[in-house]
T-cell receptor, first 115, second 112 residues
Framework: NAGVTQTPKFQVLKTGQSMTLQCAQD?????MSWYRQDPGMGLRLIHY???????DQGEVPNGYNVSRSTTEDFPLRLLSAAPSQTSVYFC??????????????FGPGTRLTVT | DAKTTQPNSMESNEEEPVHLPCNHS???????IHWYRQLPSQGPEYVIH???SNVNNRMASLAIAEDRKSSTLILHRATLRDAAVYYC?????????????FGQGTTLQVKP
């Protein structure tokens, strides 16, 4: 299994540009989520999904859109990039079920710079 | 989700045991205690979790206080590769939505 994959690894955008960060998992996990990590900080939840067709907002959703058309993919869209969105973005997945024992698997991250 | 409190940083010598503390005085009966760590320039990785009893796995041990208001992650013999940020996170067993709420974590430095 490749686990959780993210593309691209690095990206530089100009203010106002849009782009999509890709995330895919091959473990048939129901749950997927997106986090951002600013320098010296812990991760903050942007959006999450509990299954195909179902998404919800996390702590810091403004400026981002998500969709979940398949179990495998969970892309994150930046609608109009701003310098405040400069960060490292992590995608994660985990098995479903109403059980707090499962672990989350994280991708390697996308480092985004907005100038 | 209930909050956790961890020291900002800790130091250890290589090949010595490390005890990383976590306070969670508002923990509820349905909260599991999870630990993740983040190596430099990598995504977080799962370390261990527990509910009431102490737990061991190949990476670490988790000691949980009898009143569950605190826990300690134990690395039995620290290596240079264990230098990372360690996060203590509470997960509500009844409200699983795939979310993790991260705090600041403890930055562990391992000296050779």
């Amino acid at each position: 299994n490749a686990g959780v994959t993210q593309t691209p690894k690095f990206q530089v955008l100009k203010t106002g540009q849009s782009m999509t960060l890709q995330c895919a998992q091959d473990m048939n996990h129901e749950y997927m989520s997106w986090y951002r990590q600013d320098p010296g900080m812990g991760l903050r939840l942007i959006h999450y999904s509990v299954g195909a067709g179902i998404t919800d907002q996390g702590e810091v959703p403004n400026g981002y859109n998500v969709s979940r058309s398949t179990t495998e993919d969970f892309p994150l869209r930046l609608l109009s990039a701003a310098p405040s969105q400069t960060s490292v973005y992590f995608c994660a997945s985990s098995p479903g079920g109403r059980d707090g024992t499962y672990e989350q698997y994280f991708g390697p991250g996308t480092r985004l710079t907005v100038t | 989700d209930a909050k956790t409190t961890q020291p900002n940083s800790m130091e250890s010598n290589e090949e010595e045991p490390v005890h990383l503390p976590c306070n969670h005085s508002t923990i509820s009966g349905t909260d599991y205690i999870h630990w993740y760590r983040q190596l430099p320039s990598q995504g977080p990785e799962y370390v261990i979790h527990g509910l009431t009893s102490n737990v061991n796995n190949r990476m670490a041990s988790l000691a949980i206080a009898e009143d569950r208001k605190s826990s300690t992650l134990i690395l039995h013999r620290a290596t240079l590769r264990d230098a990372a940020v360690y996060y203590c996170i509470l997960r509500d067993v009844t409200g699983n939505t795939g979310k993790l709420i991260f705090g600041q974590g403890t930055t562990l430095q391992v000296k050779p």
